[in-house]
């Protein structure tokens, strides 16, 4: 089956009660057992599994080609879930631009718990392969990144991580497996936020978690259970829901960030356009490598003045964009890195890996190109 075909059929059933084409929003916390541990179906308990998530997981496997899927309350509690196979004394080497939430989540949460990370730049290989040693468990890598979309190149790291019987998990919240599949370039572990392209409309916060090896889903799956961070009926529904138009979306949200891109990039108050699609961007050769058929909708960009203010006035200006935190929804939103998604990062630290305070992250949405350039042009002026 193509993807194209998987993201509406991919592992999915008629409900088998009712006939139902879609499957119904099983709002239920419990199930009946004819005997004592013994359910009359395959459902016990909402946390264990529920047949709404269940439909959506399998969606998921599909479109990543795994073969197990978890859906999580959240994009961090995926995240944390994977953080829980570790143990006191385990390292962790991460990219150096990560989500800010998840950049948090390493430093604050888990390096309290005695699990030591380094934060690198993955395309050193030399340099990361350098810093495994025996208590190197995981590599974590988001490519392309928020918000400087800098790329790590999936299928060399995997190489590093085989050698030396790492995890590799590839959040791929940016990319979506309709332009880059992580597993299938070698890594372990794909992570989402479902609540960005996946879901699709801004109406819903998810996360998930899909592998290929039997056991580490189970493992997955046990930390997920054993801790409760699952994904609700309804928004499992709901995120299942916008898979199935992820393909049309994310076509147009790769047109339409192209056409962004290309504008900012000629347009003499903008210093710097960060955009994979664009030839001069480091990482292009990369992006050509694999991410298939488009570069997304995430498009970042400076101040030739490099001035706070000028970013400031021009967020406050846009009328068709949204400033808001968040992305991958039909429609654009636009963002200040430094004050809002990555505010969690200490100054010096932003400061060290680019994110300036003349940065703006746009999330070129659906709608028509020409109304989003005027309205770019119109904060500008
Ligand atoms: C939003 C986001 C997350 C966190 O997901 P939530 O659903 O907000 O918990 C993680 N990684 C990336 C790249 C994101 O954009």
């Not at 967020?315 to 400033?323: A, Q």
Request: charged share 20%.
């Amino acid at each position: 089956m193509k993807f194209n075909t998987k993201v509406i059929h991919g592992n999915q059933h008629h409900d088998p009660s009712t006939g139902a084409v879609m499957p119904p929003v099983y709002q239920t916390s419990t199930f009946v057992q004819k005997s004592p541990g013994q359910p009359i179906g395959d459902y016990e308990y909402s946390r264990a599994a529920n047949p709404t998530r269940t439909a959506l997981e399998d969606a998921l496997a599909s479109i990543e080609n795994g073969t197990r899927g978890l859906a999580f309350s959240s994009g961090l509690a995926a995240t944390d879930s994977v953080l829980k196979l570790l143990k006191p004394g385990d390292e962790v080497i991460a990219m150096d631009d990560l989500y800010g939430g998840t950049y948090r989540m390493f430093a604050r949460i888990y390096q309290e718990f005695g699990i030591k990370f380094h934060f690198v730049d993955m395309n050193d290989l030399a340099k990361f392969e350098s810093l495994i040693n025996v208590n190197t468990k995981l590599v974590w890598v988001e490519t392309p990144t928020n918000p400087l979309m800098k790329l790590a190149d999936i299928a060399e790291i995997a190489k590093i991580t085989k050698k030396h019987h790492l995890l590799f998990a590839v959040d791929n919240t940016f990319a979506t497996p309709y332009l880059q599949k992580p597993l299938d370039l070698g890594a372990d572990i794909v992570m989402h936020s479902a609540t960005k392209y996946l879901g699709g409309h801004s109406d819903v916060i998810a996360g998930a978690l899909i592998v290929k090896d039997a056991d580490l889903g189970e493992k997955l799956h046990f930390a997920q259970f054993a801790t409760g961070g699952t994904l609700g009926p309804m928004d499992s529904y709901l995120v299942l829901r916008g898979i199935k138009t992820l393909h049309l979306r994310v076509q147009r949200h790769c047109e339409n960030g192209a056409k962004v891109a290309a504008y900012l990039a000629q347009h003499p108050k903008v210093a710097r356009v960060f955009y994979p699609g664009l030839e001069n961007h480091p990482y292009h050769e990369i992006a050509k490598k694999q991410m298939i058929g488009g570069f997304g909708g995430m498009v970042s960009f400076t101040f030739t003045s490099h001035a706070k203010a000028d970013a400031i006035s021009f967020l406050e200006k846009l009328k068709v964009f949204t400033l808001a935190e968040s992305l991958g929804g039909v429609e654009s939103l636009a963002n200040h890195p430094a004050l809002m998604t990555h505010a969690s990062i200490p100054e010096d630290k932003r400061k060290e890996i680019g994110i300036t305070d003349d940065l703006v992250r746009l999330s070129v949405g659906v709608e028509d190109i020409d109304d989003l350039l005027a309205d770019l042009e119109q904060a500008f002026k």
